[in-house]
C-alpha cells in the first residue's frame, strides 16, 4: 500500500521558517521523481517543487525559488522542503506527491503565515 504522511507544518511569522517532511512506504522511493504541491484556500493544486531520483535535479516554481530548498533521503524513503521568507501567501495546505499533477499524493500538512 502506497502511502505518503507529511508533517513540519504550522503557524510562523512572515520571514520565518519550516521545514516539511514526508516520510514513505509501500513503493521504490529511490526511483522515483518526487513533487511538492500546495493549495491556498479557494484555489487548485499548485506545484511547488520537483527533485530527480538521485537529487541533483531540483526545479521550482518562480515564486518560492530562492526561498525554499528540496531534497530527499532515500535511506529514510523521506522527502523534505526546507522554506525560508516565508510569506503570506505561501498560506496553503503542502503535499508531498509521487507525480506532478498529485494523483498520488499524501494527506497534507498546513503551513500558515501570519503578517
Known amino acids: 500500500q502506497v502511502q505518503l504522511v507529511e508533517s513540519g507544518g504550522g503557524l510562523v511569522h512572515a520571514g520565518g521558517s519550516l521545514r516539511l517532511s514526508c516520510v514513505t512506504s509501500?513503493?521504490?522511493?529511490?526511483?522515483?521523481?518526487m513533487y511538492w504541491l500546495r493549495q491556498a484556500p479557494g484555489k487548485g493544486l499548485e506545484w511547488v517543487a520537483s527533485?530527480?531520483?538521485?537529487?541533483?535535479?531540483?526545479r521550482y516554481t518562480d515564486s518560492v525559488d530562492g526561498r525554499f530548498t528540496i531534497s530527499r533521503d532515500d535511506a529514510k524513503n523521506t522527502l523534505y522542503l526546507e522554506m525560508n521568507r516565508l510569506r503570506s501567501d505561501d498560506t496553503a495546505l503542502y503535499f508531498c506527491?509521487?507525480?506532478?499533477?498529485?494523483?498520488?499524493r499524501g494527506q497534507g500538512t498546513q503551513v500558515t503565515v501570519t503578517p
Open positions: 506527491a509521487r507525480d506532478s499533477e498529485g494523483a498520488v
Open positions: 509501500g513503493f521504490m522511493f529511490p526511483f522515483y521523481w
Open positions: 527533485i530527480d531520483q538521485g537529487g541533483t535535479d531540483t
